[in-house]
Nanobody, 124 residues
Framework: QVQLVESGGGLVQAGASLRLSCDAS????????IGWFRQAPGKEREFVAA????????VYADSVKGRATISRDNAKNTVYLQMNSLKPEDTAVYYC?????????????????WGQGTQVTVSS
């Protein structure tokens, strides 16, 4: 069992940066892969980035490659998503999710646990 809480969202102007945090709790939280997804109003949930439990593997959606960096600090049970050069199309609720065992990072169905989301709004 793992509980996830996102934070760090806010209202920023295009070109600005944000660092989102995903705080995890639970006995085996450090053994989970963590993914970030986002969902804009009227749109489907979209994969953003993911990091393996060991932090040895990361993957990014094409829409954020070169602008996003995912990292984790297992000692703090925290995963970060650094977003730079934000664009209005990045506006969405951002969710972190945890998956145990094998996972196909881009598919939300593989993640068993989800946070409540944090709002990111980028003005043009």
């Amino acid at each position: 069992q793992v509980q996830l809480v996102e934070s760090g969202g806010g209202l920023v102007q295009a070109g600005a940066s944000l660092r989102l945090s995903c705080d995890a709790s639970g006995r085996t939280s450090s053994s989970y892969a963590i993914g970030w997804f986002r969902q804009a109003p009227g749109k489907e949930r979209e994969f953003v980035a993911a990091v393996s439990a060991s932090a040895g593997s990361t993957v990014y959606a094409d829409s954020v490659k070169g602008r996003a960096t995912i990292s984790r600090d297992n000692a703090k049970n925290t995963v970060y998503l650094q977003m730079n050069s934000l664009k209005p199309e990045d506006t969405a609720v951002y969710y972190c999710a945890a998956a145990a065992g094998r996972v196909v990072w881009r598919y939300a169905n593989y993640y068993a646990y989800w946070g409540q989301g944090t709002q990111v709004t980028v003005s043009s």
